[in-house]
């Protein structure tokens, strides 16, 4: 199984570069990371169960409503590739299973 994120900035249309992110399930913290210069972490294998993935968008944006976002999902297919993009601003997010 493989996990991989993708933050876009969508004030600037530019990917989110550096944007500390980590991974955790029941409390623990299986990964951390910052964003490449492409807004994307890949590589994590975090394996089946209940995750989360917390986006410190404080430390990137100045101005954020949203100090932090946390994306809680399911991986119920193991062997399975697993996407999940962030798509940020100061006063809203959104985020899909990507492919």
Avoid: C
């Avoid at 944007?19 to 994307?40: C, I, K, M, S, Y």
């Amino acid at each position: 199984m493989s996990l991989s994120t993708h933050v876009l900035d969508a004030v600037t249309g530019r990917p989110a570069a550096g944007l500390r992110v980590r991974l955790e399930q029941d409390g623990r913290v299986l990964a951390e990371g910052r964003t490449d210069d492409d807004g994307r972490i890949k590589g994590w294998n975090p394996g089946a169960g209940v995750h989360r993935i917390v986006f410190d968008t404080g430390s990137y944006l100045a101005d954020t409503f949203y100090p932090e976002v946390v994306v809680t999902f399911t991986v119920r297919d193991p062997a399975a590739h697993h996407h999940v993009p962030l798509l940020l601003s100061p006063y809203a997010y959104s985020t899909y299973r990507g492919s």
